[in-house]
């Protein structure tokens, strides 16, 4: 569930397990080894994606969609929120899956990192060229994300040039702890069994941290700057709890991977009832 590699793979619609210390593969021989268990190349296994579960053989399972009366259910949940929900996306096959799970919005495509005074005139430059050659014109913003607790803190400077701040959750909250999101799973489970985190800060938003900082910088971003969008751009946008900080809050739109869009659509709805 934390690392960058499954947070990616999820985002595609594919299942990753990463960190399996138990398991052995030998690309000599071409076999997983788990234990006494020897898997050969060509045998089944099922991996739940949510849990870390490796499966041996062949589960059924059944393509994610919306449809009769969930769609309908959906439909009223979308009517009485107030929160966007939008996705991270960055293939054509992406944005349309999440346009089928009802995402408003492409909340997140990445683009290389720069230093953002020079990124934002560039951007501009680029648009009113493309606007020249194409001899249209729309409305846009930009913004920039906010992925470190230094951003947060010094939001209202950022604020200047940036017209929209998007949290990227996952990375926030990895600086914010100091904890590497690809090795985390070696010690978060002693942490978790023994009681010093309840819940996995990667999963669930810790509130309290990192849900600080983003409260801070919404304050102080939208203090320098009214007319300020605010959102996230991390798997916090799936998981319903986080979702309903995020309302409070006050931020206008929270964007996950697609396939997890139905759950923040129905999580925003419930913030509003």
């Given at each position: ?5 499954a947070v990616v793979a999820r985002g595609r619609g ?175 489970p002693v942490y978790l069994s023994k009681g010093i ?62 396939f997890r869009i139905p759950i923040a659509r129905l ?7």
């Amino acid at each position: 569930m934390t690392s960058h590699a499954a947070v990616v793979a999820r985002g595609r619609g594919k299942c990753c397990i990463s960190g399996c210390l138990e398991i052995q593969v030998n690309d000599t021989n071409k076999v997983l080894v788990v234990g006494n268990k020897v898997i050969s190349e060509g045998e089944w296994l099922s991996l739940n994606g949510s849990t870390g579960e490796v499966i041996l053989g062949k589960e059924p399972l059944l393509p994610p969609a919306l449809s009769g009366d969930l769609e309908i259910f959906m439909s009223w949940a979308d009517n009485i929120r107030r929160l966007k929900v939008m996705a991270n996306t960055d293939t054509p096959e992406d944005a349309l899956a999440a346009r089928n799970n009802g995402a408003e919005g492409i909340g997140l495509c990445r683009t290389e990192h720069m230093e953002l005074g020079h990124q934002v005139s560039l951007i501009r430059e680029v648009v009113t060229k493309v606007f020249s050659e194409m001899g249209s014109s729309l409305k846009y913003k930009v913004g920039t994300m906010i992925e470190i607790p230094r951003a947060a803190l010094i939001a209202d400077e950022i604020a200047k040039e940036a017209e929209f701040f998007s949290f990227g959750t996952n990375d926030l909250t990895q600086m914010t702890f100091g904890y590497s999101r690809d090795d985390v799973g070696k010690f978060l489970p002693v942490y978790l069994s023994k009681g010093i985190l309840q819940t996995d800060p990667f999963v669930v938003l810790d509130q309290k941290g990192v849900g600080h900082l983003i409260k801070l910088a919404t304050e102080k971003g939208c203090a320098a700057r009214p007319s300020s969008k605010v959102g996230i751009c991390g798997e916090h946008g799936g998981e319903p709890s986080s979702v309903v900080f995020f309302a409070k809050a006050g931020l206008d739109y929270v964007s996950c991977s697609p396939f997890r869009i139905p759950i923040a659509r129905l999580a925003a709805a419930q913030v509003a009832v």
